[in-house]
């Protein structure tokens, strides 16, 4: 079908403000097959995109092939900055590198050197998300860097070392939920560490037509909880499910012969978790979140209405993943 005239690749394919548009959009830049491609198809899409973006369609170029290019630029390329991201720590990397990663995890719980070295994987693979998907309006300096992954990572390892040896008395299905408590309240500190910048110095807002209006703390805070809320509802079916299965898969004796394959099948459960989880929480809320402008800060509420009057009565901003 070829592009009809004033066609906008920037406009969402569905919905964006119901939940079931927001999933079908993030099952479509989420694929994790988008991570096999070569850079330079990628770069392709790219190409296509600010083609389409300036008025200057090539010929014969249809929407669908619109439609993937831009599926293929949402998943690789930073929304803020345009430059392509660190393959690990795309969204859509989340699948492949969470469930190898989960799925160790969740086996190698009983010693305290395996989850040492398996949560310590973990908050680096966290740590590299975040920094990845962070609102890149806010720039961080690699000072904070380290000590937002030295803290989280230092979170992860307290809260799973100190619950692992709490509970060598507790039922068995207790100690393999230790992860998911672990990687929860590692989130709750790697995300705002991580983003630190917005909430000391606030975050970009802009109104619905996207013009500037200043920088807001209280919308970074809001846009990191949101964003702390999705991590933890991504990880948590996974990681509390799949413990009770396999508590009642090993006590079958085919089970009990085959435990050298045990590592190899939680990760191929997350694995199916995750394909469904990873678009389900992050559209849990919209990408570019909105706040009233009563709520902003004083004098950021004082500026706005003094420029703009009644015509703004709410912000935007990109909350990040």
Not at 4 to 16: A, L, S
Not at 132 to 138: D, E, Q
Not at 150 to 169: H, M, P, Q, R
């Given at each position: 079908?070829?592009?009809?005239?004033?066609?906008?690749?920037?406009?969402?394919?569905?919905?964006?403000?119901?939940?079931?548009?927001?999933?079908?959009?993030?099952f479509n830049i989420t694929d994790w097959r988008t991570v096999v491609?070569?850079?330079?198809?990628?770069?392709?899409?790219?190409?296509?995109?600010?083609?389409?973006?300036?008025?200057?369609i090539p010929?014969?170029?249809?929407?669908?092939?619109?439609?993937?290019?831009?599926?293929?630029?949402?998943?690789?390329?930073?929304?803020?900055?345009?430059?392509?991201?660190?393959?690990?720590?795309?969204?859509?990397?989340?699948?492949p590198g969470g469930m190898a990663i989960t799925g160790f995890m969740l086996q190698f719980y009983r010693t305290?050197?395996?989850?040492?070295?398996?949560?310590?994987?973990n908050q680096s693979f966290n740590a590299l998300v975040n920094y990845?998907?962070?609102?890149?309006?806010?720039p961080i300096t690699p000072k904070q860097i380290g000590v937002a992954y030295?803290?989280?990572?230092?979170?992860?390892?307290?809260?799973?070392?100190?619950?692992?040896?709490?509970?060598?008395?507790a039922p068995p299905l207790v100690a393999r939920w230790v992860p998911f408590a672990a990687v929860a309240a590692a989130n709750c500190v790697n995300i705002p560490m991580m983003r630190q910048q917005e909430i000391l110095n606030g975050i970009a807002v802009t109104d619905e037509d996207g013009?500037?209006?200043?920088?807001?703390?209280?919308?970074?805070?809001?846009?990191?909880?949101?964003?702390?809320?999705?991590?933890?509802?991504?990880?948590a079916p996974g990681m509390i499910i799949l413990p009770i299965i396999m508590q009642r898969l090993e006590k079958y004796r085919f089970m009990q012969k085959i435990t050298f394959l045990h590592g190899p099948l939680q990760v191929m459960m997350v694995g199916v978790f995750l394909i469904f989880m990873v678009p389900a929480a992050c559209s849990l809320f919209p990408q570019r979140c909105s706040m009233?402008?009563?709520?902003l800060e004083p004098e950021l509420r004082e500026s706005i209405i003094s420029q703009y009057g009644d015509r703004v009565s709410y912000i935007y901003f990109n909350k990040g993943l």
């Open positions: 079908m070829e592009v009809m005239k004033g066609f906008d690749i920037d406009t969402p394919r569905w919905d964006q403000s119901t939940f079931m548009g927001r999933l079908k959009h993030f491609l070569p850079d330079s198809r990628l770069d392709e899409a790219k190409v296509l995109v600010e083609s389409c973006r300036a008025g200057s010929p014969g170029t249809s929407e669908e092939q619109l439609h993937y290019a831009k599926k293929l630029y949402d998943s690789a390329f930073h929304p803020d900055t345009g430059d392509r991201m660190n393959l690990i720590g795309r969204m859509s990397f989340q699948v305290v050197p395996a989850v040492v070295f398996w949560q310590w994987v990845t998907n962070r609102n890149a309006a806010s030295v803290t989280a990572t230092s979170t992860a390892l307290a809260t799973a070392v100190g619950l692992n040896l709490y509970t060598k008395k013009n500037k209006l200043g920088h807001s703390r209280k919308a970074a805070v809001k846009g990191i909880t949101q964003v702390v809320i999705s991590r933890v509802t991504m990880a009233a402008v009563t709520k």
